[in-house]
């Protein structure tokens, strides 16, 4: 099983921005699609960004213009760029993957443990 481990959260002024990373470990295996999602206190997990193998990404629209998803493949790794950040940002963000051992067809998803964003002055 491939592991997603997340870093990059923590506590920032409204307006401010933070930068969460999300490295999957291990070799023998290739990624698909990568995303995030996040959970605010009393809220289910929405999704916030996609973004495929070809680097075509969307976005929720509370986080567009504001968010940028990207990956850097070599490194396994992706990111969520979050600028401009708001109260209602607060909560658990959380990174997926979808992957495949190389050489078999079937695609899993991992999840990363998610890491806290909090924004507040």
């Known amino acids: 099983q491939v592991q997603l481990v997340e870093s990059g959260g923590g506590l920032v002024q409204p307006g401010g921005s933070l930068r969460l990373s999300c490295a999957a470990s291990?070799?023998?295996?290739?990624?698909?699609?990568m995303g995030w999602y996040r959970q605010a206190p009393g809220k289910e997990r929405e999704l916030v960004a996609t973004?495929?193998?070809?680097?075509?990404?969307s976005y929720e629209d509370y986080v567009k213009g504001r968010f940028t998803i990207s990956r850097d493949n070599a490194k396994n790794t992706g990111y969520l760029q979050m600028n401009s950040l708001k109260p209602e940002d607060t909560a658990v963000y959380y990174c997926?993957?979808?992957?495949?051992?190389?050489?078999?067809?079937?695609?899993?998803?991992?999840w990363g443990q998610g890491t806290q964003v909090t924004v507040s002055s």
């Open positions: 291990g070799s023998g295996f290739s990624i698909n699609g």
């Open positions: 997926y993957a979808d992957w495949r051992w190389l050489g078999l067809p079937n695609h899993k998803r991992s």
């Open positions: 973004i495929t193998s070809s680097n075509i990404t």
